[in-house]
């Protein structure tokens, strides 16, 4: 099945600074999705990005599919980025979904 | 409001008692799945469902069983729960994993086997 890794695993910032997480995938996908598990738990949909680039406020990804890698960028970080990121894919063989072990991102005030 | 519920969001039980956790939907999806969440691990995928009556095996499937018997509900079943399954899960939905609608989670059922 496809493999999916994440960089870093952990990553500790001052608030305001700026930050990339990685995304590297083993095959190609019909599906992409970033997602921020916030302290209580709650998973939360950040981006839809099969391809292309997209941007919510301080928030934007980029997935080059031919290159089989996405990037979360995090722009001015406040305390409440703090959580772990994840991101999942799909593949065209099958409906699985699969992610990666996450990026664990800690904002110190 | 849109949204995935699970119940119950706590419960610590003992090994081989039966135990059914509950999820629902009330979006009208076609795809939902569970997972289960480990220190280190991530979420990895027990069973997933495309549509009523169809169901498939995700990465973990061994000790769970599911039923997709109407389109909101799809309950995990641990017919004879062991330690190792004590986990964070969550249940998912989506309109399609392979077209442009997100995935919306429950809020997890964090399960204890003693």
């Known amino acids: 099945g496809i493999q999916v890794e994440q960089s870093p695993p952990d990553l500790i910032l001052q608030e305001g600074a700026n930050s990339t997480l990685r995304c590297n995938f083993s095959?190609?996908?019909?599906?992409l999705q970033w997602f921020h598990q916030n302290p209580w738990g709650q998973l939360i949909n950040l981006f839809y990005i099969p391809s292309g680039t997209k941007q919510n406020g301080r928030l934007s990804a980029t997935t080059v599919a031919t290159e089989r890698y996405s990037l979360l960028y995090i722009s001015s970080s406040q305390t409440t980025d703090s959580g772990v990121y994840f991101c999942?894919?799909?593949?065209?063989?099958?409906?699985?979904?699969?992610f990666g072990k996450g990026t664990r991102l800690h904002i110190l005030p | 409001e849109a949204q995935v519920t699970q119940n119950p969001r706590y419960l610590i039980t003992v090994t081989g008692k039966k135990l059914t956790v509950t999820c629902s939907q009330n979006m009208n999806h076609e795809y939902m799945s569970w997972y289960r969440q480990d220190p280190g691990l991530g979420l990895r995928q027990i069973y997933y469902s495309m549509n009523v009556e169809v169901t498939d095996k995700g990465d973990v499937p061994e000790g769970y069983k599911v039923s997709r018997k109407e389109k909101r509900n799809f309950p995990l079943i641990l017919e004879s729960p062991s330690p190792n399954q004590t986990s964070l899960y969550f249940c998912?939905?989506?309109?399609?994993?392979?077209?442009?609608?997100?995935?919306?989670f429950g809020d997890g059922t964090r399960l204890s086997i003693l």
């Open positions: 999942a894919v799909a593949g065209w063989r099958d409906d699985k979904i699969i």
């Open positions: 998912a939905s989506s309109l399609d994993p392979g077209v442009n609608q997100p995935q919306h």
């Open positions: 095959d190609s996908v019909n599906n």
